[in-house]
């Protein structure tokens, strides 16, 4: 079955940027999203077609792609941004895959 | 404003069942999928499957196929996520979400999560 990887876990300081990637054979053909997700909170959908920003979502978050490897970038990080991060994507039959989550901790 | 409002948490025994809902509120419900999403006790968020409102055409993971049935009820805005038969692993926090207009488009408002709990 079709798989998305993120590394388990990113720790960065306050201010700094963070880049989380999320490799996946399929990612040069087929769209992918990032979700924010935070303990007792439903997720919260960050990124969307690689790097499009609903709307109310800060310019600090931003989305990118290259080769089979797209990238959810934070900067300026704030204590708040600390949660779990997920990439989502689809194979294909358009049945969704997210990746395994990756943890940021702001210290 | 676009609303999913899930049931409540339940606690239940193996090898009874349950059917959990997702109403939705603040937009056209038949126009967007809806899909459910589950998250195991410390674990990552897990693809159930997803139904489309208006004719029913549903779609599953093919690694949970045949272990729950989501179905739709569109006269009440309601979507549902049903076991016939709980074992102990299904205990996990259950979500609807809404997908975007198309599957690029991600899943764009979640409901609040529902805490299914499994336990003899």
């Known amino acids: 079955s079709y798989e998305l990887t993120q590394p388990p876990s990113v720790s960065l300081s306050p201010g700094q940027t963070a880049r989380i990637p999320c490799s996946g054979d399929?990612?040069?053909?087929?769209?992918a999203s990032w979700y924010q997700k935070k303990p007792g909170q439903a997720p919260l959908l960050l990124i969307y077609?690689?790097?499009e920003r609903p709307s109310g979502i800060p310019e600090r978050f931003s989305g990118s792609r290259l080769g089979t490897a797209v990238t959810l970038t934070i900067s300026g990080l704030q204590a708040e941004d600390e949660a779990d991060y997920y990439c989502q994507s689809t194979d294909s039959s358009e049945t969704v895959v997210f990746g395994g989550g990756t943890k940021l901790t702001v210290l | 404003e676009v609303q999913l409002v899930q049931s409540g948490a339940e606690v239940k025994k193996p090898g009874e069942s349950l059917k959990i809902s997702c109403k939705g509120s603040g937009y056209s419900f038949t126009n967007y999928w809806i899909g459910w999403v589950r998250q195991m006790p410390g674990k990552g968020l897990e693809w159930l499957g997803i139904?489309?409102?208006?004719?029913?055409?549903?779609r599953y993971s093919p690694s949970l196929q045949g272990q729950v049935t989501i179905s739709a009820d569109k006269s009440i805005n309601t979507a549902y996520l049903h076991w016939s038969s709980l074992k102990a692993s299904d205990t996990a926090m259950y979500y609807c979400a809404r997908r975007g207009y198309s599957e690029s488009d991600g899943l764009d408002s979640w409901g609040q999560g529902t805490l299914v709990t499994v336990s003899s």
């Open positions: 399929a990612l040069p053909k087929r769209y």
């Open positions: 077609k690689n790097n």
């Open positions: 139904i489309n409102p208006g004719d029913s055409d549903t």
